[in-house]
């Protein structure tokens, strides 16, 4: 059985809104101003080999369609990121045009409880904060794998939004990437 893990970049103030540098957003672009150091890439590199499919909501998967398909250079990683099979949850979405997606999200709990008994290797969830908090709510968070970057942005969508219930985790890892900290989390 797979594992459903959340990998995000994260402020210390929980804010996991575009670090990227998406323009839509006055504070995006902060997670590429600080080292992550040759730790934090083998991370993520190592994290999406070991991935069976990647999940992800609609505005991340829109995001990501959009640039992987375009990139160069990207090697084995922009190789898989292109290759991988791509779940989307979404009610909107009509169409899932990169390669290897498909559209769920009619009944996400069913959907994703039997994604985890098809898929062989992690199902990985980066951004999607909506998606993740649903699938707290529903106890099908495995394991969440933090990069902490040294910076408060002060406003943005935070992974640990309101919530109608509490959830303990357990301290799994901690590994210095640079100026980051890599946390990974279970639930407790």
């Not at 009509?94 to 062989?120: C, F, H, M, P, Y």
């Not at 406003?155 to 890892?173: E, I």
């Amino acid at each position: 059985m797979s594992k459903v893990v959340v990998s995000e970049f994260i402020t210390l103030d929980g804010v996991i809104d575009s670090p990227g540098g998406e323009p839509e957003f006055e504070r995006s672009g902060w997670a590429f101003q600080f080292e992550r150091g040759p730790e934090g890439e083998k991370f993520k590199f190592d994290e999406l080999i070991a991935a069976g499919a990647l999940l992800l909501g609609r505005i991340t998967y829109e995001a990501f369609a959009k640039a992987w398909p375009t990139m160069r250079g990207t090697g084995a990683f922009g190789e898989k990121m292109n290759s991988i099979p791509k779940y989307v949850a979404s009610r909107t979405l009509e169409r899932a045009d990169w390669n290897n997606s498909t559209i769920i999200g009619a009944d996400l709990v069913k959907e994703v409880a039997e994604l985890k008994g098809q898929i062989e290797g992690d199902i990985l969830i980066n951004g999607s904060g909506q998606l993740v908090r649903s699938l707290m709510e529903h106890d099908l968070i495995d394991e969440y794998r933090l990069q902490l970057f040294p910076v408060v942005v002060g406003a943005g969508k935070r992974l640990f939004g309101d919530s109608s219930k509490s959830s303990a985790l357990r301290l799994a890892d901690t590994v210095k990437a640079g100026e980051t900290l890599i946390l990974t989390y279970h639930p407790a």
